[in-house]
Antibody, heavy 122, light 107 residues
């Protein structure tokens, strides 16, 4: 069974830092492209960024609002993707989801974690 | 960045009605468009990928069409469990932007 489990959310002051983790199981993590998507309270979905598999270059891309402040990384030995968030702003308050999609024996599949809440407030 | 718009922003329909949502991209995204369903307090669920392909296990009353800049998402016969917010997302070019969402409820 495929599982994605985010952790590390919480309350942080503006200007602070937080690192989110997303531990996965049930598929070959090293081949997966992993993404982070966030959703501010009562708002729509916002793409945060994506990291490709190392075999496909490991390229990392970010959305404009987080570029230069957030860093995505992965540890294939731990089946975990990370989101390091620095210089946090109140507008970064959101539920953060990790997600992936891939082909499984001819079927396209898409998986999301349950999300972790990050609240940035003084 | 590619901007995505959706219309309407919300709609009310009766059970059994045909429901249509449109999504427009600010530039050509070819077929690289997803449709997601999100229910309150839950993670989004992918329904349609590559503009018109139904995700495994998704009921056939859901469908998508279009290419380039104009896309359509259809529920052929609205069911009570379809009450949700629906988002389009382009993945032709990073950042993979989402539309603002369309909230569907029962009249």
């Amino acid at each position: 069974e495929v599982q994605l489990a985010e952790s590390g959310g919480g309350l942080v002051k503006p200007g602070g830092s937080l690192r989110l983790s997303c531990a996965v199981s049930g598929f070959t993590f090293s081949n997966a492209w992993m993404s982070w998507v966030r959703q501010a309270p009562g708002k729509g979905l916002e793409w945060v960024g994506r990291i490709k598999s190392k075999s496909e270059g490991g390229t990392i891309d970010y959305g404009a609002p987080v570029k230069g402040r957030f860093t995505i990384s992965r540890d294939d030995s731990k089946n975990t993707v990370y989101l390091q968030m620095n210089s946090l702003k109140t507008e970064d308050t959101a539920v953060y989801y990790c997600t992936t999609d891939f082909w499984n024996y001819g079927d396209h599949v898409d998986y999301w974690g349950q999300g972790t809440l990050v609240a940035v407030s003084s | 960045d590619i901007q995505m718009t959706q219309s309407p922003s919300s709609l009310s329909a009766s059970v059994g009605d045909r429901v249509t949502i449109t999504c427009q991209a600010s530039q050509d995204v070819s077929k690289y468009l997803n449709w997601y369903q999100q229910k309150p307090g839950k993670a989004p669920k992918l329904l349609i990928y590559d503009a018109s392909n139904l995700e495994t296990g998704v009921p056939s009353r859901f469908s998508g069409s279009g290419s380039g800049t104009d896309f359509t998402f259809t529920i052929s016969s609205l069911q009570p469990e379809d009450i949700a917010t629906y988002y389009c997302q382009q993945y032709d070019d990073v950042p993979f932007t989402f539309g603002p969402g369309t909230t569907v409820d029962i009249k």
